[in-house]
């Protein structure tokens, strides 16, 4: 496929706001990509080189990209870098200095998606003598032959800030739509008052409306969702249901099962792949693959212990909280792999947890769902997550942080044993399993601390003490429960003393005055919406400290957002959305001057969540469920 083709799907996607125009647009897209190109292709929808596992990463700093503008136009850094201020965007500028080259373009050639995807995949190869130069060249090499339009979007992806707006929710619907069979009485869909066929994306009167049910052509009538599992969907192109309830379960089923497929793959090309050749069954058939880590399954927040008890029913298992990370351990034979919940893979950071795995784990084949857990080695007391998060992140230096800052890894789950996928397992064999392969260390790797039952006394008894030995609080679990990966479906629950706090992205900042003169202060913070777009939810300064032996630093934030500053007006910046904080507030009120439709009140700074991306931060509706769950609102 021709690069270009694709950045004509970006500056669709980009001129509209409206999500089912979005999903029209990714939808076609998909329909015309060929098997071998739906890798590249889905990666670079969502502005991607790499999968969010890959060790590799493109690296590349705003500035070294200025360079690479200055190379291919001979355009004048200085008269860009002042074009990038004023826009914020490097992208834009790019896109209008290509179209003003001073230099003749003698050898260019239309770009492909493998030419493009090729050069920016070496640049997380280079290393040693020259790889500064080497990869201002490499991109200097695309955007010579590039037209404006490729131009700003290589630019984009270089510095993964593509600006699409195109969130997972968009790519699972346009999946629907594009491999699924069209569903008469649901192909129409509105906004508003506002009307669109799912296969078209565009608004559409009533007339146009009732010429298409007049004109569809249905190879199935189906009157039950049971149907549906008995028909090939590869060979149907449309069907009908009886009724408008029934074509909409069938939808939300579709929707279910490529959700589902992409929780356990993490990857929508996969998703993509199977669908074609297997269809509906074969989204079903998708499993656990050793190496690549899956999205763990998340749990909803509990009033209070007989809460906890109506919601996962009882007896029901009791667990410690601990105040971790989220650590998804793969075992490939002598190969261990680290992944953080965000897949990160922190393998490199944390050889004490791989050596622990290796001495007191008697698996040759195994995925394990744990906390890592920072303590004291004086005291062996657990310590809050901030003492460790450092280590998440650092590449140097690595024995020093290890000895410096212990983990013990508390293992409470097992998902993959030995070449079978225990998705489907019930919990408590699961954890009797976890019980006959764990060799318990203490203050290395021992398994989450439990217990059994149906009496509220003493579950409130276990929930204290969990609390007295520093940990966050407690989960209490459904003992028949099975592991659905990315969800909250009452499998399970958390309890924690104080409400709810909320992981949000940094979009923004001020430059302090006064004896914060040179730090950023006043930092904007964002949730994801519905898409994954981001929308703001207002601005966090209190909790932040001036000195170093405090905790986190204005100037330490400020150290972290500098190389990704976007724009810069007067005092107030953009920043490239990488650095997640944890907040907490007092209230969640509803407000019409954030892009979220709330805002925080008295938010405060907790702590930085170094084990956690864009990808992971909380979304807009959980903030909803928030807000509605305190002082009984609705």
């Not at 669709?12 to 998909?30: A, D, G, M, N, W």
């Not at 929808?45 to 705003?62: H, I, T």
């Amino acid at each position: 496929m021709k690069y270009n083709d694709l950045c004509e799907i970006y500056n669709q996607l980009e001129s509209t706001s409206k999500r089912l125009e979005k999903t029209y647009y990714v939808s076609q897209l998909i329909k015309k990509t060929k098997d071998e190109d739906v890798p590249l292709i889905m990666l670079l929808l969502e502005g991607k080189v790499f999968p969010a596992w890959d060790k590799r990463k493109v690296g590349m700093a705003s500035r070294l990209v200025l360079k690479a503008i200055n190379i291919s136009t001979g355009i004048d850094t200085g008269k860009i870098e002042e074009k990038w201020k004023k826009t914020g965007d490097l992208g834009l500028v790019a896109e209008e200095y290509t179209g003003k080259k001073k230099q003749a373009t003698l050898f260019s050639q239309d770009l492909s998606i493998n030419k493009v995807s090729s050069n920016l995949q070496k640049l997380a190869s280079l290393e040693g003598s020259g790889t500064v130069d080497r990869k201002v060249k490499l991109v200097a090499e695309l955007l010579t032959s590039a037209k404006p339009l490729e131009a700003k979007y290589i630019v984009r992806t270089v510095l993964e800030d593509l600006r699409v707006g195109v969130g997972q929710g968009s790519i699972r619907d346009a999946i629907v739509w594009a491999q699924f069979p069209l569903i008469a009485n649901l192909e129409l869909t509105g906004e508003g008052n506002k009307y669109y066929f799912m296969d078209k994306g565009k608004e559409l009167s009533k007339e146009d409306i009732e010429k298409f049910k007049e004109r569809i052509k249905v190879d199935k009538v189906i009157k039950t969702k049971s149907e549906f599992d008995k028909i090939s969907i590869l060979k149907t192109k449309s069907i009908a249901t009886e009724n408008k309830e029934l074509a909409r379960e069938l939808f939300n089923y579709f929707l279910e099962n490529v959700e589902g497929a992409y929780n356990i793959t993490n990857d929508w090309s996969e998703v993509v792949l199977v669908v074609r050749e297997k269809g509906l069954k074969g989204l079903k058939s998708i499993d656990i693959k050793l190496g690549k880590p899956i999205k763990v399954m998340l749990y909803q927040k509990a009033q209070n212990i007989k809460d906890a008890f109506e919601r996962v029913k009882t007896p029901c298992a009791l667990e410690y909280k601990y105040d971790g990370f989220r650590l998804e351990i793969h075992i490939i034979d002598e190969k261990i792999v680290l992944f953080t919940r965000g897949f990160e893979d922190v393998t490199e950071q944390f050889p004490d947890v791989v050596k622990y795995v290796k001495e007191h784990v008697n698996v040759k084949n195994a995925i394990l769902d744990s906390e890592a857990v920072g303590f004291n080695k004086k005291t062996t007391q657990y310590m809050a997550f901030q003492s460790i998060s450092q280590r998440i992140r650092r590449k140097y230096n690595i024995k020093e942080l290890a000895d410096k800052f212990p983990v013990e890894v508390n293992v409470f789950d097992i998902l993959y044993h030995d070449g079978k996928s225990l998705l489907k397992e019930e919990f408590h064999k699961r954890r009797a399993l976890l019980g006959k392969i764990i060799n318990p260390a203490p203050r290395k790797i021992v398994l989450s601390r439990i217990m059994i039952t149906d009496k509220e006394e003493e579950a409130n008894k276990f929930y204290q003490a969990s609390l007295d030995a520093g940990n966050e609080g407690l989960m209490a679990k459904n003992l028949n429960a099975i592991y659905k990966p990315g969800s909250r479906v009452g499998f399970g629950v958390k309890l924690k003393p104080v409400m709810e706090s909320l992981d949000l992205v940094i979009v923004g900042a001020e430059w302090g005055e006064g004896k914060r003169s040179g730090w950023l202060t006043s930092f904007v913070v964002a949730c994801r919406d519905e898409d994954g777009k981001l929308v703001e939810m207002g601005k966090v300064g209190t909790g932040i400290k001036e000195l170093e032996e405090e905790g986190v630093t204005f100037n330490q934030l400020t150290e972290m957002l500098k190389p990704n500053i976007k724009s810069e007006k007067g005092k107030t910046i953009t920043v490239k959305p990488t650095v997640v904080i944890e907040v907490h507030y007092e209230e969640i009120q509803k407000s019409t001057k954030y892009s979220s439709g709330y805002a925080l009140r008295f938010p405060r700074f907790v702590r930085l969540r170094e084990d956690r991306d864009i990808n992971d931060i909380s979304d807009v509706n959980l903030v909803k469920d928030l807000y509605t769950g305190q002082r009984g609102r609705d």
